[in-house]
């Protein structure tokens, strides 16, 4: 009875785990299931590729990729995993996977005359035997080179010129930082096919089915090496001249803003103080305010936080050229009086100071010590005569 029962229970176990494989979402059900048990993809059709950087990795020039199981995710949601693989590997895959497409396509293809450096070739260089091989570039992440080697299976890197990247030039590109399906359809005629062709087209993908094959296992210091983080956080020449630009303009309207300060009328100055203090701050604050915001924007520069540098470095000077701009709005304002003919008559600030100037040299109020006029020194003596 008791072993009934246990045959029973674990029956029961097994049927609810099928049940719950083919009512996972997203079509990841039993079929998913018998795949991961054999590591093996018959069918490439819902499966994507991102290829994310070259890095030199165990002394090897190597390119680190991603797999995802829904290609209509572009690649957005967890992978599967993440891998790595020489870089001859890859781009032959890669280039393999283009023929593919133009033949699929109707076109012609022609691989790339660096191509023919995927093996490792030898080749004289300035009158010196070397060898060549495609690997990683020493300037671009993303790029690829024909490095230079010492030796016939190109595992110790040389220089020449101490540079250890060749002249020679690579006529194609990778697609790193794009997700790619491994399945690519084209428009067919229905005359043009045969009954297999979706069957052969899901399950022949030289890229992905290649790299699946050769996958090496990526770990925590290969996937910190293929980040694609660290690729944004160092400042190109482009970056670091818009980056001086922006910040010289910014310094030269500081030291406008300080000029105009300077020769701010007081009933300005009474107003904008009124207005400060209504916020609840003082001029100190406002001045601790934007030290603090330049410290900042410093600090993020030097981190490499380019996003965040630029929004902040583009509010500053836009707060600084609205502030500019409003000093100069008010310092063109003059005050207007209505004379006694109905006319405006205009009056400056220092056509003010001159009138007080002329009060105080005017004749004494009601109120001052009167003095008696001094006789001259002749009226004095005729008098005496």
Not at 50 to 68: G, L, S, T
Not at 142 to 155: E, M
Request: hydrophobic share 40%; with cysteine; net charge negative.
């Amino acid at each position: 009875m008791m072993r009934s029962l246990t045959i029973t229970s674990t029956t029961t176990r097994t049927f609810l785990s099928l049940l719950s494989l083919l009512c996972q979402p997203g079509g990841r059900g039993i079929a998913s299931y018998y795949v991961r048990a054999d590591d093996d993809i018959e069918l490439w059709t819902n499966y994507a590729i991102y290829p994310k950087k070259c890095v030199h990795y165990n002394d090897n020039d190597m390119i680190v990729y991603a797999m995802y199981e829904q290609a209509s995710n572009h690649c957005v949601d967890s992978p599967m995993g993440t891998y790595v693989s020489s870089v001859p590997t890859f781009v032959n895959a890669y280039l393999e996977q283009a023929a593919d497409n133009a033949a699929d396509a109707g076109e012609e293809y022609e691989y790339p005359a660096s191509s023919v450096y995927l093996d490792c070739t030898l080749r004289q260089i300035g009158g010196v035997d070397y060898y060549v091989q495609v690997g990683c570039s020493d300037y671009d992440p993303t790029g690829l080179a024909v490095n230079i080697y010492s030796d016939a299976l190109c595992t110790e890197h040389s220089q020449v010129d101490g540079y250890d990247d060749s002249n020679i030039a690579v006529d194609f590109t990778i697609s790193f930082g794009k997700c790619m399906p491994c399945v690519v359809w084209f428009d067919k005629n229905a005359d043009d096919i045969d009954d297999m062709y979706y069957v052969n087209k899901q399950k022949n993908a030289p890229l992905c089915s290649a790299m699946w094959e050769y996958k090496q296992t990526c770990n925590d210091k290969c996937q910190k090496l293929g980040n694609l983080a660290s690729m944004d956080g160092g400042w190109n020449e482009a970056d670091k001249v818009l980056l001086t630009v922006l910040s010289l303009f910014g310094f030269g309207m500081l030291l406008a803003i300080i000029k105009k300060r300077q020769k701010m009328s007081n009933k300005d100055n009474l107003l904008e103080q009124a207005a400060i203090t209504a916020a609840g701050l003082q001029q100190s604050h406002i001045l601790g305010i934007f030290a603090l915001l330049i410290l900042i924007i410093t600090i993020f520069g030097l981190l490499g936080l380019k996003k965040i540098t630029w929004a902040l470095l583009l509010i500053l000077n836009i707060t600084l050229f609205s502030y500019l701009m409003k000093l100069t709005l008010d310092g063109s304002v003059k005050e207007s009086i209505i004379g006694p003919d109905g006319k405006i008559v205009e009056v400056d600030d220092s056509d003010d100071e001159d009138d007080a100037d002329h009060d105080s040299d005017g004749p004494k109020g009601a109120d001052s010590e009167y003095e008696s006029p001094k006789c001259s020194p002749i009226f004095e003596d005729k008098a005496i005569v």
